[in-house]
């Protein structure tokens, strides 16, 4: 079973900009962020499949960037004008066998979980 590790969250004020990484154990065909706040359902950020293809929310997109570097196996998201809103636990989730739900950015499209890392945007 590949295994995730995120690492990179940090407060910072609004405006602000700060990137999370994700290290990967082994190879998958997709790669993705979510983000949870408090008294919120998680609710899915960025996905990146194995082809290149991107997919975004609408409440980051123009703001954040997905990316990957293959050879290390990490995946990272660039974060950028942050404000209070994107306060919340960042997970990182990775799929080897991509559904609908993997591209729609659902989270039981994902069946591997990190830890998180906390983001915290003070205005």
């Known amino acids: 079973q590949v295994q995730l590790q995120e690492s990179g969250g940090g407060s910072v004020q609004s405006g602000g900009s700060l990137k999370l990484s994700c290290a990967a154990s082994g190879d998958t065909r997709c790669m993705a962020w979510f983000r949870q706040a408090p008294g919120k359902e998680r609710e899915g950020v960025a996905a990146?499949?194995?082809?290149?293809?991107?997919t975004y929310s609408e409440f980051v997109k123009g703001r954040f960037a997905i990316s990957q570097d293959k050879f290390k196996n990490t995946l990272y998201l660039q974060m950028n004008s942050l404000q209070p809103d994107d306060t919340a636990m960042y997970y990182c989730?990775?799929?080897?066998?991509?559904?609908?739900?993997?591209?729609?950015?659902?989270?039981?499209?994902?069946?591997?979980w990190g830890q998180g890392t906390q983001v915290t945007v003070s205005s």
């Open positions: 989730a990775a799929t080897s066998r991509v559904t609908s739900a993997t591209i729609r950015l659902i989270d039981w499209g994902y069946n591997i």
């Open positions: 990146l499949k194995k082809d290149g293809n991107t």
